[in-house]
Every structure is written in structure tokens, then in C-alpha cells.
């Protein structure tokens, strides 16, 4: 099986097995454990933030953002099609009890001015805003960077009118390596980052949360009161650091591998891909060879490709360590074949 559903299926390296075999522990309620506090360092170090802190996944850190930066009532801008909004089970409203006010993007990137104008004025009627959440890369938008202009805009919105920025940073790396900006310039225009260390960078656990020491702070209560603090975590966080020294570079591999496909899917008649390929996303529309999403997903998956669907007639793949050229040779070589 090539498995080109997400990023999120990459296995452990044999370093990364091996580093858990041998790290350092300690038990993390009581802030004892070395290796996850080596983690939150280089965390903090390497997004230019004041502290981070470690969470099991990008979706409770997200959703640890919003806890902390938000009260009860507030109202938080997205994009409308943000991982946030469209995956996390409405657990901002659940959790956090925060309304979402959805804004339309292009390519994920939000119209600063329509960030200004949906930022809410003193008025007993209105809900006030308690932040605005950018994605970058922006998965739906099939791993988009957002240009820096861009987020430097929001930032100051942000800034003038005192409300705080989360980035979901999920895939934070991929926009670093692809575009050459490092991860501490990007995240200088936001107060909080998530980045994930599961998804890429092939970490088997977690995420990053990094913010201001106070809002670390917090956040590492509300991921005590959701049942998050673990104990001798060393042993799932020694991949991680595994992850952030040894295994950014290598995203360049992912987005040729990714162009290659996305090149290769131009020459097959009937198939069209609809994103411009930045990074490791490949979003194909299926329509014109008669297949929805799902009738398509079947077919590969008896040629042994595996996919998901991102819409009726849409499907994504995402490259990742797992999959080398000589898969990407594979299946341009079995996509050829159904079309015939
Ligand atoms: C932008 C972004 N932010 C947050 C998350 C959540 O991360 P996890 O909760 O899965 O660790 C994801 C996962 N994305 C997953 C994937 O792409 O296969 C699915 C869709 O949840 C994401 O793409």
C-alpha cells in the first residue's frame, strides 16, 4: 500500500524508537521529566517564544489556545475552511464556550481589512472578540503558505485592537523549508503557536503550544484540567526532539515528491489538480473521468494507492517519509491505468 492519506501516518525512525527506549524520565506533573523539558525548550527556542509546552495532539492544542486566550462569550475569527473550524468538533463552542466567526479566505489567507471589520466594537449587543486564528500551511487550501505580508497585516490589526493571535501552525515546518522564511520569523506575527511534531516532521505523538511564559502558564492548567498531565512523558517526547533536530530538512523531499505528482497527474487526461503545489498537499478533482471522490478512492485502493476524500469530487494526497520516488513512479504509473 502506498498510503498518500496524510502526513499524520508516518511511523516512528529507528532513532526516534531508540531514543524513547533510552530517555531520561521523570514525572511531568511535578515538571520532573528532562526529556519533555528539553522539548519545550527547543520549542520555545526555535519559535522566539518565551515558553511551550508539550500536548498529545494539534487539535488540544488548538483547543488549549482558545481556552486560554478566550472567556466565556467571546467571539473567535477564522478562516472559513480553518482546521479549526471544520474538524475540531465545534470543541471551541463546547469546550471554551466561544462562537466562531467564519471568514472567507483566499487560498486560507484572510483579507486583513475584513479581519478589521469583523473585529467587534464596545456594544452590549455584541460578543467581544477574543482572537483571531490563522492556519499556515492551510490544509484545505491543500497546504498553502500564507505570504508573511499577509499575517504582518493581521499581526498589527491584532495589535491595534488588543486582540491576540493564534496560529495553528499544524504544518508550520513545511511553510519554513518550503519558503526559506524560519519558523521564528513566522511566528513572531502571532502570540501563540501550535505546530504539530506528528504530522511531517514523523514524530508517532504531539504537538507544540509556545506563547509568553504567562500563557504557558495557563495553558499547562487547562491541559491538567483536561486530563492532559502525564507522567514519565519523556518516553513519547524523545521523538520529538528527534523530530525538531533531524528531521526539518528532509520536508524538501515531501514537496518534490509532492510537485512530481502533482506534474505527473497534468499529463493524465481527465484528472485536474486544483491547488498550486507549494508544499506536500495535492488536492485532484476527479469529475471529468466520471468518478466521485469516493467511487476514485476505491479504484486506487485496489491499485493499492490510498487517499481521502476532501469533497465530492475531490481527493488529497499528501507525501510524506514514507513514500519515495519510486512510489510517486508508482502510482503516476497505476493512475495512468485506471483512465485508460
Ligand atoms: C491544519 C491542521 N491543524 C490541526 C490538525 C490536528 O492535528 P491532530 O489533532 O490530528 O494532531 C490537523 C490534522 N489534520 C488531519 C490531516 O490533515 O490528515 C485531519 C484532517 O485532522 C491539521 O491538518
Known amino acids: 500500500m502506498i498510503d498518500l492519506r496524510s502526513d499524520t501516518v508516518t511511523k516512528p525512525t529507528t532513532a526516534m524508537r531508540e531514543a524513547s527506549y533510552k530517555a531520561l524520565v521523570g514525572d511531568d506533573v511535578y515538571g520532573e521529566d528532562p526529556t519533555v523539558n528539553k522539548l519545550e525548550e527547543k520549542a520555545a527556542e526555535l519559535t522566539g517564544k518565551e515558553a511551550a509546552l508539550f500536548v498529545p495532539s494539534g487539535t488540544q492544542g488548538n483547543q488549549i489556545a482558545v481556552l486560554t486566550h478566550c472567556q466565556l462569550g467571546n467571539e473567535v475569527i477564522l478562516e472559513e475552511n480553518a482546521h479549526i473550524y471544520l474538524y475540531e468538533g465545534a470543541a471551541m463552542s463546547a469546550f471554551a464556550g466561544v462562537q466562531p466567526r467564519p471568514l472567507k479566505g483566499i487560498r486560507g489567507a484572510l483579507n486583513p481589512e475584513d479581519v478589521r471589520n469583523a473585529v467587534r466594537p464596545d456594544d452590549l449587543h455584541f460578543p467581544e472578540t477574543g482572537l483571531i486564528c490563522l492556519e499556515n500551511t492551510h490544509n484545505k487550501a491543500g497546504g498553502a503558505i500564507i505570504p508573511l505580508e499577509n499575517m504582518k ?40 503557536v501550535q505546530f504539530c511534531l506528528s504530522k511531517g ?3 508517532p505523538v504531539g504537538s507544540m503550544i509556545a506563547g509568553s511564559k504567562e500563557f504557558i502558564r495557563q495553558a499547562r492548567k487547562w491541559r491538567k484540567r483536561l486530563g492532559g498531565g502525564m507522567r514519565q512523558v519523556g518516553v513519547i517526547a524523545a521523538p520529538g526532539l528527534i523530530a525538531l533536530t533531524e528531521m526539518v530538512d528532509r520536508l524538501a523531499e515531501d514537496h518534490e515528491h509532492a510537485k512530481m505528482l502533482a506534474d505527473g497527474i497534468k499529463n493524465i487526461k481527465g484528472l485536474e489538480v486544483e491547488n498550486e503545489v507549494e508544499t506536500n498537499i495535492i488536492l485532484i478533482n476527479v469529475e471529468r473521468i466520471g468518478h466521485t471522490a469516493d467511487s476514485y478512492l476505491e479504484a486506487l485502493k485496489k491499485e493499492g494507492i490510498l487517499g481521502v476524500a476532501f469533497g465530492e469530487k475531490t481527493i488529497r494526497f499528501v507525501t510524506n517519509f514514507g513514500v519515495m520516488k519510486k512510489d510517486i513512479e508508482q502510482v503516476l504509473e497505476r493512475m495512468q491505468k485506471l483512465v485508460l
Open 201 to 203: 516532521l514523523g514524530a
Open 153 to 192: 497585516a493581521i499581526h498589527e490589526i491584532g495589535q491595534e485592537h488588543m486582540v491576540p493571535i493564534h496560529l495553528d501552525g499544524a504544518r508550520l515546518f513545511n511553510a519554513a523549508v518550503a519558503s526559506g522564511i524560519p519558523v521564528k520569523e513566522w511566528s513572531s506575527y502571532v502570540d501563540t
